[in-house]
Antibody, heavy 120, light 112 residues
Framework: EVQLVQSGAEVKKPGESLKISCKGS????????IGWVRQMPGKGLEWMGI????????RYSPSFQGQVTISADKSISTAYLQWSSLKASDTAMYYC?????????????WGQGTMVTVSS | DIVMTQTPLSLSVTPGQPASISCKSS???????????LYWYLQKPGQSPQLLIY???SRFSGVPDRFSGSGSGTDFTLKISRVEAEDVGVYYC?????????FGQGTRLEIK
């Protein structure tokens, strides 16, 4: 079964660092782009950036450039989203999703989401 | 950035009745490769988004045929021929022709 499994919910304080993960299985992880999407409480979907695990080519939305770092470890089929200094406004659900060229580059498989809560 | 504008933002539909959602993009989504990079997603309550339609009108695997997509250029429509209770949630259009990828604001569908 093709799936993306994300790491569990996190509760952090402002200023702390965080790295969440997204592990792919059931397919060739290095052959598909993985994107990250933010959903703030009660709000819509925002695309943050995307990485190609095969060569770690990474693109960011201007809205998130410099605010987060996207990376991948192809040896363990895992993509990451990390913050060096969290803010309360980073409180959100974060989804990873696979971009599939067979479906017109749609995000066809989504992770279950990782809830990040930043509060003092 | 390409702005995606959905209307309406909410709709309430009686089971068995049709529903329609419009999505307009600020630029054409037709690529020089001939494909149009417009997708529709449904986010059911408490769940991750799920792909319904890709390239304007192609249904993703397992999507019921009561869902259909149409449109071209900058104007697109998602139609549900006969709404069922399981269709509740928020529908998003998304463009993938240019980075940054952008989503519409979402349309909340509820059942009367």
């Amino acid at each position: 079964e093709v799936q993306l499994v994300q790491s569990g919910a996190e509760v952090k304080k402002p200023g702390e660092s965080l790295k969440i993960s997204c592990k792919g299985s059931g397919y060739s992880f290095t052959s598909y782009w993985i994107g990250w999407v933010r959903q703030m409480p009660g709000k819509g979907l925002e695309w943050m950036g995307i990485i190609y695990p095969g060569d770690s080519d990474t693109r960011y939305s201007p809205s998130f450039q410099g605010q987060v770092t996207i990376s991948a470890d192809k040896s363990i089929s895992t993509a990451y989203l990390q913050w060096s200094s969290l803010k309360a406004s980073d409180t959100a659900m974060y989804y990873c999703a696979r971009r599939n060229h067979d479906y017109g580059d749609a995000f066809d498989i989504w992770g279950q989401g990782t809830m990040v809560t930043v509060s003092s | 950035d390409i702005v995606m504008t959905q209307t309406p933002l909410s709709l309430s539909v009686t089971p068995g009745q049709p529903a329609s959602i419009s999505c307009k993009s600020s630029q054409s989504l037709l690529h020089s490769d001939g494909k149009t990079y417009l997708y529709w997603y449904l986010q059911k309550p408490g769940q991750s988004p799920q792909l319904l339609i890709y390239e304007v009108s192609s249904r993703f695997s397992g999507v019921p045929d009561r869902f259909s997509g149409s449109g071209s250029g900058t104007d697109f429509t998602l139609k549900i021929s006969r709404v069922e209770a399981e269709d509740v949630g928020v529908y998003y259009c998304m463009q993938g022709i240019h980075l940054p990828i952008t989503f519409g604001q979402g349309t909340r569908l509820e059942i009367k």
